[in-house]
């Protein structure tokens, strides 16, 4: 059963163009959200969170976006850039939890000039 | 520089054998993680430690084992009892509390 979904396994963008990673989660008690990117043969990096009491963050090129009553999340990241591309994680924490992560399986974003 | 490492980077086990994964941080975080990824999946979690000489389960912890004897340390061994050993694995640290985990580099384990 997952929990989080990232439908759509990859995705090309042009260089300079908006690209946007898309997230669904299905339990409602997750009260934070994060965003990893990740390269072949490394450890994630951390992008971007937010909490589930925003509706939005952001930082310099990469703003996320949080849709409760949807139950959805994401990544925007304008403009793409080459070194954009990789591996994108979304992962939600539970609320009252141990700090667990659930993450997604992934987006591969390609940024193509 | 504060960060996480992991080595080796690559490890090579023959069927049967025990090993272990070292995981070290210097960040002063309470609370550290391991998870493991296989291919087109995301990272799953095996084991997790809040604080020194506490450790729980996570969701695939069958066949693997660890210990937190320090704060800045939480290493993994993968034994003979893990039926599908050969994946990438990367531990995380975080303050504690709904926060963000940082991860090490990662450590490739292939079983012959």
């Known amino acids: 059963d997952q929990q989080v979904k990232q439908n759509s396994p990859s995705l090309s963008v042009q260089e300079g163009r908006i690209s946007i990673l898309n997230c669904d989660y299905t339990?409602?008690?997750?009260?934070?959200f994060l965003w990893y990117k990740k390269y072949p043969a490394e450890g994630p990096t951390f992008l971007i969170s937010?909490?589930?009491?925003?509706d939005k963050n952001e930082d310099g090129r990469f703003t996320v976006f949080l849709n409760k009553s949807a139950k959805h999340l994401s990544l925007h990241i304008v403009p793409s850039q080459p070194g954009d591309s990789a591996v994108y994680f979304c992962?939600?924490?539970?609320?009252?939890?141990?700090?667990?992560?659930?993450f997604g399986a992934g987006t591969r974003l390609a940024v193509h000039p | 520089d504060g960060g996480i490492t992991q080595s080796p980077k690559y490890l090579f086990r023959k069927e049967g054998q025990n090993v272990t994964l070292s995981c070290e941080q210097n960040?002063?975080?309470?609370?550290m993680y391991w998870y493991r990824q296989d291919p087109g999946q995301g990272l799953r979690l095996i084991y997790y430690?809040?604080?020194?000489?506490?450790?729980q389960k996570g969701d695939i912890a069958e066949g693997y084992s660890v210990s937190r004897e320090k704060k800045e340390s939480f290493p993994l061994t993968v034994t003979s009892a893990q039926k599908n050993p050969t994946a990438f694995y990367l531990c995380?640290?975080?303050?504690?509390?709904?926060?963000?985990?940082?991860f090490g580099p990662g450590t490739r384990l292939t079983v012959l």
């Open positions: 995380a640290s975080s303050i504690g509390g709904p926060d963000t985990q940082y």
């Open positions: 430690s809040q604080i020194v000489n506490d450790f």
């Open positions: 937010i909490s589930s009491i925003k």
């Open positions: 992962a939600a924490i539970l609320s009252g939890g141990y700090n667990k992560l659930i």
């Open positions: 339990n409602s008690m997750f009260d934070y």
């Open positions: 960040l002063n975080h309470d609370a």
